[in-house]
T-cell receptor
Framework: EPEVTQTPSHQVTQMGQEVILRCVPI?????FYWYRQILGQKVEFLVS????????KSEIFDDQFSVERPDGSNFTLKIRSTKLEDSAMYFC???????????FGPGTRLTVL | AQSVSQHNHHVILSEAASLELGCNYS??????LFWYVQYPGQHLQLLLK??????LVKGIKGFEAEFIKSKFSFNLRKPSVQWSDTAEYFC????????????FGAGTRLAVHP
């Protein structure tokens, strides 16, 4: 069964450094998402992406964040200058259509020191 | 702001006990409703979903949920839990016109003892 994959599983970085989190969505899906979960808090929506552009973003998704689909398979989340409060589990998801089931990857645990 | 509330943060049950996890949402319009489960060390996976039609929906592994529109609720049930149901359970909604943004509840950690 096809799955969403994410790399790395754990990333440790220094405050102020740039990080890129990578995701490979399910191949025939059209909608892509990033969510995050800070330890002990809810899973929060960051951004959705369709047809090579952002379709919706949350207030968390400020200028420090960007997303890209550089080729036909990868979907990346970049944080330009990480802050301590960016430490969280970041989940990528994809869906074949609008408002339907989203398939989640295993997550990347980001630790900012 | 629209939100999803899960009433129980931690639930401990013995095997064969019945389970009901509460979920309420605050939004007056049309919603799509979901329950996701995260087993230890695994990723979020869909248990069941409700878009329209019969408000009692059946999912995988013997789980079901009932949508009660008048109560803005979508409670998850299982008549007899197993040790393998130990996991974290998340209720989530997509609002009409909300593109695909899933709004999650805080999650309920279920521990089932043999």
């Amino acid at each position: 069964e096809p799955e969403v994959t994410q790399t790395p599983s754990h990333q440790v970085t220094q405050m102020g450094q740039e990080v890129i989190l990578r995701c490979v969505p399910i191949s025939n899906h059209l909608y892509f998402y990033w969510y995050r979960q800070i330890l002990g808090q809810k899973v929060e929506f960051l951004v959705s992406f369709y047809n090579n552009e952002i379709s919706e973003k949350s207030e968390i998704f400020d200028d420090q964040f960007s997303v890209e689909r550089p080729d036909g398979s990868n979907f990346t989340l970049k944080i330009r200058s990480t802050k301590l409060e960016d430490s969280a589990m970041y989940f990528c998801a994809s869906s074949p259509g609008l408002a339907g089931e989203q398939f989640f990857g295993p997550g990347t645990r980001l630790t900012v020191l | 702001a629209q939100s999803v509330s899960q009433h129980n943060h931690h639930v401990i049950l013995s095997e064969a006990a019945s389970l009901e996890l509460g979920c309420n949402y605050s939004y007056g319009g049309t919603v799509n409703l979901f329950w996701y489960v995260q087993y230890p060390g695994q990723h979020l996976q869909l248990l069941l979903k409700y878009f329209s039609g019969d408000p009692l929906v059946k999912g995988i592994k013997g789980f079901e949920a009932e949508f009660i529109k008048s109560k803005f609720s979508f409670n998850l049930r299982k008549p007899s839990v197993q040790w393998s149901d130990t996991a974290e359970y998340f209720c989530a909604v997509i609002l009409s016109g909300g593109y695909n943004k899933l709004i999650f509840g805080a999650g309920t950690r279920l521990a089932v003892h043999p």
